[in-house]
């Protein structure tokens, strides 16, 4: 029977570019069977399957196998399938004499979009373009707020698409909602305001960011209805509303409203609003209260996260406390990034690439959905590329030991939430970050995951 990635006992995402050749290919492969990626006696993918998915001649992979295997790296023998040598018979490294612990197989950690949809051809196009038309004052240092062209552009599209009230002297771009975390907190900090409330549960990332910048953190249940609005006492805070992260409810209109009204500074993490799975469209939060809300969007789910980029649209009055604190940073995203990335939405190419990823995410999302037992009950399935699964205490606590068994990254909710002990223990289940051809055995190993913690 021929081999498919899926069917395969490995996941052969390999750090290959492609056009890079044969050696290049080879090199990939020895790396990810050194760090353990490709672990001993594991079947590797048929040559077909993987000349297929990487868009070379099978030809190709056949010798490259065959000099893997002349080298030790792989075991073939007639009629049966190629595999990853036993660690005896490995070739010894002259690498370092660290030991680094092999990556889990399958992925479903939440936060990241499968690295193989990123739009390699559209890119490569706009950044031709680009480089035959910019002007040479591009390779100059830039604007500080970020390329004008991408400015203006971005002011369009989150109009169109996410109901922005957004013009492009309001917009600054960064280096993703990360970075803009840093720069927000110094200027809230330079305005005199010292304290900052998050949604509890909430990325424990992004608090540490802004904690880092001289912010004391608070915390603001959510339930059903998202952000317990009532409950916020601080100057300012940092909400999902679309889709909380990481429950994965839609704040309610009457909750919406009651925030935009509350007083304070709102910073909107738009980070998965282009995903969107039913007709219910919830737009941005910002357009009820543009004086009061900083909308933050990020190309880092619908493109890549290693572009580094997102954008802030701001309140006229925190323009200038924004830029004087992205500044102190040091950091801009690239200039010529950000002008790809402008022509490639003025092309329409990334409408098609949301597109396109919105689809996959979705037939994700209803197999994720159709395989789990039913006695566990998704929430947050309307939207986003991740799930939130209640379990209890004890199930959840079980979850870190199970998962290093089924070689499955993923996460629990209880490094999240704020106080300590979750209010609602269970898994936030991420079905955009693996390849397309290992989402069968991610989903496989969840299901062995769950058994064992009794789901
Ligand atoms: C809640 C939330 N906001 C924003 C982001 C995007 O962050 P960045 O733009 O720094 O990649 C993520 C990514 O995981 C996220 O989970």
Redesign the pocket.
Known sequence: MAETWSSSSVDAHLDWVPGSGRQALADAIRAAIRDGRWQPDAVVPSTRALAADLGVARGTVTRVYADLAAEGYLRTSQGAPTRVATAGAAPQSAGPAYVRRPAARWTLM???PDPSLFPREQWLASTRRVLAHTPNDTFGYGEARGSVVLRTTLAAYLGRSRGVLADPARIVIV??????MVVLAQAFADLGMHELAFEDP??DR?RGFAQAAGQRITGVPVDGDGLDVSALTSPAVVV?PAHQ??LGVTMAPARRTALARHGALVVE?D??GEFRYDRHQVGALQALAPERVVY?G????SLS?SL?L?WLVLPRFLVDPVIAALERTGRHPAALDQLVLADLISSGAYDRQVRRCRLEYRARRDRLVAALPKRLVPQGISAGLQLFVPLSADEEAAVPAAAARHSLAIETLSPHAMSGAAPLPGLIIGYGAASKPSFGGALTALLGVLNDIGG
């Open positions: 939440p936060g990241m280096a993703g909602f990360s970075h803009a909430s990325i992004f999902t992260s990481p993490d980070y998965d933050a990020t190309a880092s789910k996260p580094r997102g």
